[in-house]
């Protein structure tokens, strides 16, 4: 089978970073990708990882290793904005994705 | 503005009863996907399509069908077959063939069957 292990709920205050893990089994492997989901809201795309290493985009990084088949998002500065549910994704073949459970954060003031 | 829209947002129907959900895009995109979210299980792979005419299962696909007529559309029929047809119904598209490409959601049909 293919699976895709995330935390279920992280917790933070504003101004702090935050690190959302992923790891993966999958048949297939393409990319690792982050999206963001406010509650009842559409998934929105944060980032991509096609090879090994680290993306920035503002305050958001992604990290990937595919030796170790793990990845990683980073939320710097957080916001309470910030509050969502965040989903790593893997492209296993063709385009589709295979999505994990969610990390539900919590940002406090 | 270009975007993907899903018809309606709300939905509520009689357990035996076929229901179709709406799904439009003006993005050009070639591939369409539909995805089912339950609480605590993340978005899972209903079925998609790379070009018109053209689909394929996803992890999830019995009790639902679709259809791809034409690019901007992609319709999913939940049928009486499926068992727990109760869920937010999200509808996705991309550039086909591009690792990269990102899926653009739509703003989702929560169907409530009873």
């Known amino acids: 089978g293919q699976s895709l292990e995330q935390p279920s709920e992280v917790t933070a205050v504003e101004g702090a970073i935050v690190q959302i893990n992923c790891t993966y089994q999958t048949s297939g492997f393409y990319g690792l990708s982050w999206y963001q989901q406010h509650d009842g809201g559409a998934p929105t795309f944060l980032s991509y990882n096609g090879l090994d290493g680290l993306e920035e985009t503002g305050r958001f990084s992604s990290f990937l290793s595919r030796s170790d088949s793990y990845g990683y998002l980073l939320l710097q500065e957080l916001q309470m904005k910030d509050s969502a549910s965040y989903f790593c994704?893997?492209?296993?073949?063709?385009?589709?994705?295979?999505f994990g459970k969610g990390t539900t954060l919590s940002v406090s003031s | 503005d270009g975007g993907i829209t899903q018809s309606p947002k709300y939905l509520f129907r009689k357990e035996g009863q076929n229901v179709t959900l709406s799904c439009e895009q003006n993005l050009n995109h070639d591939a369409m996907y539909w995805y089912r979210q339950d609480p605590g299980q993340g978005l899972r792979l209903i079925y998609y399509s790379q070009i018109v005419n053209d689909f394929q299962k996803g992890d999830i696909a019995e009790g639902y069908s679709v259809s791809r007529e034409k690019k901007e559309s992609f319709p999913l029929t939940v049928t009486s077959a499926q068992k727990n047809p109760t869920a937010f119904y999200l509808c996705?598209?991309?550039?086909?063939?591009?690792?990269?490409?990102?899926?653009?959601f739509g703003n989702g049909t929560r169907l409530t069957v009873t």
């Open positions: 994704a893997v492209r296993v073949t063709g385009t589709a994705l295979i």
């Open positions: 996705a598209s991309s550039i086909a063939g591009t690792g990269k490409s990102p899926l653009h």
